[in-house]
């Protein structure tokens, strides 16, 4: 861990936990459009419940700290919520690799998000970094399971991560500042 010297940003928190807690809500969002298109009984849909009620644990554990320390939500997540729905959807409609396709792309761009703050925070805010450094290791787990279940043969993996990816950056950048 750097220690902060003048000049450099602060890590801020406030910040920190409205990006996390609208990157919480996106997952959740992502697997219900993922769960209303994919077949109850299919091995995919099983997974994607058991990722999706983790990221519900995550998401309850922002919206917490949230309301404790007082930070607003981003502004935009009624569009999280549509658009987050509909990346889940529109994923398993092309195929259940798809899907997985979907949970390995936005997997790997979190993984490196929670790894940032972390590098942030340092040694401060030991109560948020212990949750971000959990999730991160959960986000991973649902990236390999992703992998294990065949993401990487889906049709037109490369490019769809590609633009999935960058969708996520995106929505990272601009929920850290509204
Ligand atoms: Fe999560
Ligand atoms: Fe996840």
Same mark, same amino acid.
């Given at each position: 861990?750097?220690?902060?010297?003048?000049?450099? %940003?602060?890590?801020?928190?406030?910040?920190?936990?409205?990006?996390?807690?609208?990157?919480?809500?996106?997952?959740?969002?992502?697997?219900?459009?993922?769960?209303?298109?994919?077949?109850?009984?299919?091995?995919?849909?099983?997974?994607?419940?058991?990722?999706?009620?983790?990221?519900?644990?995550?998401?309850?554990?922002?919206?917490?700290?949230?309301?404790? %320390?007082?930070?607003?939500?981003?502004?935009?997540?009624?569009?999280?919520?549509?658009?987050?729905?509909?990346?889940?959807?529109?994923?398993?409609?092309?195929?259940?690799? $798809?899907?997985?396709?979907?949970?390995?792309?936005?997997?790997?761009?979190?993984?490196?998000?929670?790894?940032?703050?972390?590098?942030?925070?340092?040694?401060?805010?030991?109560?948020?970094?212990?949750?971000?450094?959990?999730?991160?290791?959960?986000?991973?787990?649902?990236?390999?399971?992703?992998?294990?279940?065949?993401?990487?043969?889906?049709?037109?993996?490369?490019?769809?991560? $590609?633009?999935?990816?960058?969708?996520?950056?995106?929505?990272?950048?601009?929920?850290?500042?509204?």
């Amino acid at each position: 861990m750097k220690p902060w010297r003048p000049g450099q %940003r602060r890590p801020d928190p406030t910040s920190m936990l409205r990006v996390d807690q609208a990157g919480e809500y996106g997952a959740t969002r992502i697997y219900a459009g993922q769960l209303a298109v994919l077949s109850p009984s299919s091995p995919a849909a099983k997974l994607v419940s058991r990722m999706a009620s983790q990221e519900q644990r995550h998401l309850a554990r922002f919206d917490a700290l949230m309301a404790e %320390r007082r930070v607003r939500p981003t502004v935009l997540q009624p569009i999280w919520r549509v658009a987050g729905f509909a990346l889940g959807a529109a994923t398993a409609l092309m195929s259940e690799r $798809a899907a997985m396709a979907c949970t390995d792309a936005v997997e790997t761009e979190i993984d490196r998000h929670y790894q940032d703050q972390l590098d942030e925070l340092g040694e401060d805010d030991p109560e948020l970094a212990a949750d971000i450094a959990q999730f991160r290791e959960e986000e991973l787990e649902h990236r390999d399971a992703a992998r294990a279940a065949g993401s990487e043969r889906a049709v037109g993996y490369p490019v769809m991560t $590609a633009a999935i990816r960058a969708g996520c950056r995106i929505a990272i950048s601009l929920s850290k500042r509204v």
